[in-house]
């Protein structure tokens, strides 16, 4: 898949889903209740154990799913590099990093780059960011997220951090083009099974953001 076809998936299902595991052996039960609950885009983040093992796993186990299956906490291009060899279709990061973005499009990989100032947010656009991650969203707020919307509203931005079922509207009608979702989807244990909570809270967050 080029890299323009998955931007244009990412952004017409309007959700990242972050997984983000202290062991290594809950990472496919978690992406199984997140691919059930429907989310199409998902990063495995480098500090995760075995991120790379796992991302080659999702891939090859959801290869026919239509899942993109991507990499978050990509600070640099070593990371780049090992996230790519493991098939990771598009790379996330919490930094702006202009080196990520040259090694991912070398390989036709779109980048999802972190920035928080007008500056970080054109340089990288500058660079070629395929979107823009502005993060952490929740502790910056929507003010100031309408704020650098404002003269920079031709850029496509994804917040991330503090985005939940009470505020995801609220983002949206600010002018938000998505979002990643993180803890908020992992608050029930997957480590005695009960991973039904987390399909239905995926579901309540597609309904929101799709209405």
């Given at each position: 898949?080029?890299?323009?076809?998955?931007?244009?998936?990412?952004?017409?299902?309007?959700?990242?889903a972050?997984?983000?595991?202290?062991?290594?052996l809950?990472?496919?039960?978690?992406?199984?209740s997140?691919i059930?609950?429907?989310?199409?885009?998902l990063?495995?983040t480098?500090?995760?154990?075995?991120?790379?093992?796992?991302?080659?796993?999702?891939?090859?186990?959801?290869?026919?799913?239509?899942?993109?299956?991507?990499?978050?906490?990509?600070t640099?291009?070593?990371?780049?590099?090992?996230?790519?060899?493991?098939?990771?279709q598009?790379?996330v990061?919490?930094?702006?990093?202009?080196?990520?973005?040259?090694?991912?499009?070398?390989?036709?990989?779109?980048?999802?780059?972190g920035a928080?100032?007008?500056?970080?947010?054109?340089?990288?656009?500058?660079n070629?960011a395929?979107?823009?991650?502005?993060?952490?969203?929740?502790?910056?707020?929507?003010?100031?997220?309408?704020?650098?919307?404002?003269?920079?509203?031709?850029?496509?931005?994804?917040?991330?951090?503090?985005?939940?079922?009470?505020?995801?509207?609220?983002?949206?009608?600010?002018?938000?083009?998505?979002?990643?979702?993180?803890?908020?989807?992992?608050?029930?244990?997957?480590?005695?099974?009960?991973i039904?909570?987390?399909?239905?809270t995926?579901?309540?967050?597609?309904?929101?953001?799709?209405?």
């Amino acid at each position: 898949m080029k890299r323009a076809e998955i931007v244009k998936i990412i952004k017409k299902e309007k959700i990242v889903a972050i997984v983000r595991m202290k062991e290594q052996l809950e990472v496919p039960a978690f992406i199984n209740s997140l691919i059930k609950g429907g989310i199409k885009a998902l990063e495995i983040t480098s500090n995760t154990p075995g991120f790379s093992e796992e991302i080659a796993n999702a891939r090859n186990l959801h290869s026919q799913s239509g899942v993109l299956i991507g990499a978050g906490t990509v600070t640099n291009i070593e990371i780049a590099k090992e996230a790519i060899k493991a098939g990771a279709q598009f790379l996330v990061t919490p930094n702006t990093n202009i080196e990520v973005i040259k090694i991912a499009h070398t390989h036709d990989i779109p980048v999802l780059m972190g920035a928080v100032t007008p500056t970080e947010v054109c340089v990288a656009i500058e660079n070629g960011a395929d979107i823009i991650k502005l993060f952490p969203a929740g502790s910056l707020g929507i003010n100031y997220f309408k704020s650098i919307k404002a003269p920079l509203d031709k850029i496509d931005f994804f917040v991330v951090g503090g985005i939940n079922l009470s505020n995801i509207k609220d983002w949206m009608e600010a002018g938000a083009s998505g979002v990643g979702l993180g803890s908020v989807l992992t608050q029930t244990t997957i480590r005695e099974g009960d991973i039904k909570p987390i399909e239905s809270t995926v579901k309540k967050f597609i309904q929101l953001i799709q209405n």
